[in-house]
């Protein structure tokens, strides 16, 4: 969606509630240049909105999740039609707040609580709040979710790209404190973001995201799918990135379109749980690590990585090994080799 504003007029107050439409996932391109005031009303239209990507926002600058009204309907044994309807028009209310607020004025989003799929590209001014200034549920006595994306409970996916400004909001102390992400997230995505509850990860920076790892002292000891893509610029990885990101939790790592790595990160052979390795289109790299593979190990698979001609004797190769893939390795002298281990590993595809 380019120009929403001609289908969708960005009418005030109770304009926003005549019209609504069933609507679960919506792209929207910033062609058309919205504010977070323009995206908070356009969102109104859509309450069963579930999934939202964002491309190029520039204008938008603040994140923020509606939980108004969230909290009110908690209250147990409260069933009857009645009550329903008050809540509906309690909630109705609060948008028509919201959508008028000043914050949105200068660029706040606010984000409607059920979404379950997040994608924000290309908005390099965009920040997540500490706090969440459209949550009332601390002032009589409630306990808030607190800022960031938290009001998003229901959130299982999110990709970030190109958001420099994302967490300068925190510090370190308060990053600990108060991590910004709601416990159901599964998925993250991001070039220079963070990760604490999600068990996968993908980068395609990895020299901006360790920074902003380090500087915000996180810690994935929860991570077990790390996949590090298209990232020109890296020829090897430093020891402080092996130790952040090649945690001994990983079951799958996947290296893809990495030109100029010339070797494999030197922990590999000694992960404990590694169960899948991946290396795809990994041109520069030579041979596998001289120490070996991980003895978890059971899945390896070798696509368009020329240079590489052999695999470790098969009295070295891990007793787990089950999956072997070399067929599309761009190396006939791999493909020979591995041809002698049909009917020692269980699949072997040449």
Not at 23 to 30: F, K, N, P, T, Y
Request: charged fraction near 25%; aromatic fraction near 6%.
């Amino acid at each position: 969606m380019s120009y929403p504003s001609n289908v969708f007029p960005l009418v005030e107050a109770d304009s926003h509630v005549k019209y609504q439409f069933p609507v679960e996932s919506l792209a929207i391109e910033g062609v058309w240049s919205p504010s977070g005031k323009e995206l908070t009303q356009l969102l109104v239209y859509f309450p069963k909105l579930s999934d939202l990507e964002l491309w190029f926002c520039a204008k938008v600058t603040g994140l923020a999740v509606n939980v108004r009204g969230q909290h009110a309907t908690e209250t147990p044994g409260t069933t009857t039609s009645a009550y329903k309807e008050d809540q509906q028009q309690d909630a109705r209310a609060n948008v028509d707040v919201i959508v008028a607020s000043e914050e949105a004025e200068h660029g706040l989003l606010i984000l409607p609580p059920q979404l379950q799929d997040l994608e924000i590209h290309g908005s390099p001014k965009l920040r997540l709040l500490g706090s969440n200034p459209h949550d009332d549920s601390n002032k009589d006595g409630r306990t808030g979710q607190g800022g960031g994306l938290r009001g998003l409970s229901s959130l299982r996916r999110l990709e970030i790209e190109n958001c420099p400004e994302l967490l300068s909001s925190y510090s370190s102390s308060s990053f600990s404190s108060s991590f910004p992400l709601p416990n159901s997230l599964e998925h993250l995505r991001d070039s220079i973001l963070f990760l604490k509850t999600a068990e996968a990860l993908e980068i395609d920076d990895v020299a901006g995201f360790t920074a902003a790892a380090i500087r915000h002292s996180l810690l994935f000891s929860s991570l077990t799918e790390l996949c590090i893509c298209v990232d020109h610029k890296v020829k090897s990885l430093t020891e402080e990135q092996e130790a952040l990101l090649f945690v001994d939790s990983l079951e799958d790592i996947t290296l893809s379109g990495r030109h100029n790595l010339q070797s494999l990160p030197e922990r590999l052979p000694r992960h404990p749980n590694l169960k899948r390795l991946h290396i795809l289109t990994c041109g520069a790299i030579q041979m596998l690590p001289k120490e070996g593979l991980p003895s978890s190990l059971q899945e390896l698979d070798i696509i368009d990585c020329p240079k590489i001609q052999s695999l470790p004797k098969v009295d070295d190769l891990p007793s787990s090994l089950r999956y072997l893939n070399v067929r599309y390795s761009g190396s006939e002298e791999l493909r020979r080799q591995c041809r002698k281990l049909i009917n020692i590993i269980p699949i072997v595809q040449v």
